[in-house]
């Protein structure tokens, strides 16, 4: 099993739609959880951290965490083609490492 | 956020040579860095771990006498991939943590380094 899964995508939602992007772990103590933004040839950006159940709100984007289930979703509201990218979820596990999903690609079409 | 700066950007060597990257934090001190690479529609695979003052800490399959990581102070780690091979070519990122918000916060990522060898 790997640490750290993702739909690989690509996820396609029309422009002003809400994305939905799912992730799920293996390593039950995890205590942090991120999202990144990696656009082609570009680092990854942070965009959320969350460490707690439930959901974390900032702008357009929510994450939302549910340590039971070892699941971390992020959602994006009134998608942008400019949200168009490759998103990934990362989890500090609980032997101090941060390890990378395979990253799901979004496609916000116009 | 933090600021981490990585340089090179980009870097294109004949095979056989060694490369060194650089990874500085800007406005802050970072006790631990981590090395990742990147291949093609691939995701982040970490490398190592270095923490200022002791030796990196490698990643299963990763060959530490040819990715050699230096964590000399609290701002700046290398990496120098030496005898680079055309295999070695990838985008290699670094990420450092802040030492000041302790071990929940994110790390910040530098702008990687684009290898490719010839």
């Known amino acids: 099993q790997k640490e750290v899964e993702q739909n690989s995508g690509p996820l396609s939602v029309p422009e002003g739609a809400i994305a939905s992007l799912n992730c799920t772990y293996s390593?039950?103590?995890?205590?942090?959880f991120f999202w990144y933004r990696q656009y082609s040839g570009k680092s990854p950006e942070l965009i959320m951290s969350i460490y707690s159940n439930g959901d974390k709100e900032d702008g357009r984007f929510t994450a939302q965490l549910n340590k039971a289930s070892q699941y971390v979703s992020l959602l994006i509201r009134d998608s942008q083609p400019s949200d168009s990218a490759t998103y990934l979820c990362a989890v500090k596990t609980s032997y101090d490492k941060v390890i990378f999903g395979p990253g799901t690609s979004l496609s916000v079409i116009p | 956020g933090a600021v981490v700066s990585q340089h090179p950007s980009r870097v294109i060597c004949k095979s056989g040579t060694s490369v060194k990257i650089e990874c500085r934090s800007l406005?802050?001190?970072?006790?631990?860095m981590f090395w990742y690479r990147q291949f093609p529609k691939q995701s982040l695979m970490l490398m190592a771990t270095?923490?200022?003052?002791?030796?990196?800490?490698?990643e299963q399959g990763v060959e530490k006498d040819k990715f050699l990581i230096n964590h000399a102070s609290l701002t700046l780690s290398t990496l120098t991939v030496t005898s680079a091979h055309p295999e070695d070519s990838s985008f290699y990122i670094c990420?450092?943590?802040?030492?000041?918000?302790?071990?929940?916060?994110?790390?910040?990522f530098g702008q990687g380094t684009r290898l490719t060898v010839v």
């Open positions: 270095s923490n200022e003052g002791s030796k990196a800490t490698y």
């Open positions: 390593d039950r103590g995890s205590q942090s």
């Open positions: 990420s450092a943590r802040d030492r000041e918000q302790g071990k929940g916060t994110e790390a910040f």
């Open positions: 406005d802050f001190q970072a006790t631990t």
